[in-house]
């Protein structure tokens, strides 16, 4: 077979502010692949399919910092983030050709994965028959972190009475742990930045639900609160109210801090004095922290949910590697309802 084209997005710059597509991201179509050809050295060859967009990914669009677990994007090498693709050779007794492959893979159509990164793929069976988009969204990292952060810092503490905050609550993470607040019979208070995303998540369940932007949310947590449980995904002010009507003994999950990511200067919250008086409990995690430990539960559970109805999710579908860049571009700026989502290719 000759060489196919192997279209990639190249990392070229740090951004200041938000990123650019075809400055900061670029769509590169000259490279090409043979894949009869194409040496794996004990590794596998893939066609990548879906491409999950996070704003994760602008925190690592900044200068190496060697201590971060995530670590940082290579000026002038392919973006990754998590992907399902499918194999089509392989030179591993653990791969077959064909099978379906859950892992962080580069921004490419085609790709060779090497035999010493083999370990950190998952084979997704897919019994379920679900879209292969929800494993990069609500049966994929995202999911990952809702369920493992409420589970690890939530469910231990929680009791009957208790109020939740979520911010952002429409996003992939957000709208899941709504759903996980409401089933474990807790009232739900849920921000987010538009009367269509409030619809959104009012039909997840939320008790009260309110679009930031338009409506005080210190006077929401006034009038529903105190605050038992925060789930922050945005930081900023949303946080700083927070830390203001914060029951005693609180504890807040930090997974989140989209307000400041595209910004020169980090919000500084004026309160944190309340950390003290409240007795508030921080915790910042990560969701590859914790998936040796509850990831056999979560795929044990949430694709089976999803594939019933149980569990609901909403998906931002854009075709084509060549508009990952505006993608990620619109999740940071929130316009997507649902998880952003690239589809590279049909199955």
Known sequence: MAPVQNGTVIYKEPPTGYPIPGKTVVYDDSQTLDL????????????????????????????????????????????????????????????????????????????????????????????????????????????????????????????????VFITAAAGAVGAAVVQLAKSAGLKVIASAGSDAKVDYIRSLGADIAFNYKTTSTKEVLKREGPINIYWDNVGGESLEAALEYAAQGAHFLICGMISTYNTAEPYNVKNLQNLLWREITFHGFLAASYMAKYDAEFYGTFPALVASGKLQHREHLVRGLENAGQALVDVLSGQNVGKMVIVVADD
């Not at 900044?62 to 399902?84: C, K, M, R, T």
């Not at 962080?104 to 084979?123: E, G, H, T, W």
Request: charged share 20%; glycine share 8%.
């Open 36 to 163: 009869d050809s194409a040496p794996l050295q004990g590794g596998i060859l893939i066609k990548v399919l879906v491409l999950s967009i996070d704003p994760y990914l602008r925190h690592k669009m900044q200068d190496a910092n060697s201590l971060e677990l995530l670590g940082h994007f290579n000026i002038g090498e392919p973006l990754a983030n998590y992907s399902v693709a499918v194999v089509l050779r392989s030179e591993s007794s653990a791969f077959k050709a064909g099978d379906h492959v859950y892992g962080i893979f580069p921004f490419q159509q085609y790709a060779v994965i090497k035999s010493d990164a083999l370990k950190d793929l998952r084979i997704v069976e897919n019994k379920e028959n679900i879209p292969w988009s929800a494993y990069v969204g609500i049966c994929g990292m995202p999911g990952q972190t809702a369920h493992h952060g409420w589970v690890e810092f939530a469910q231990p503490y929680i009791k009957k009475g208790d109020v």
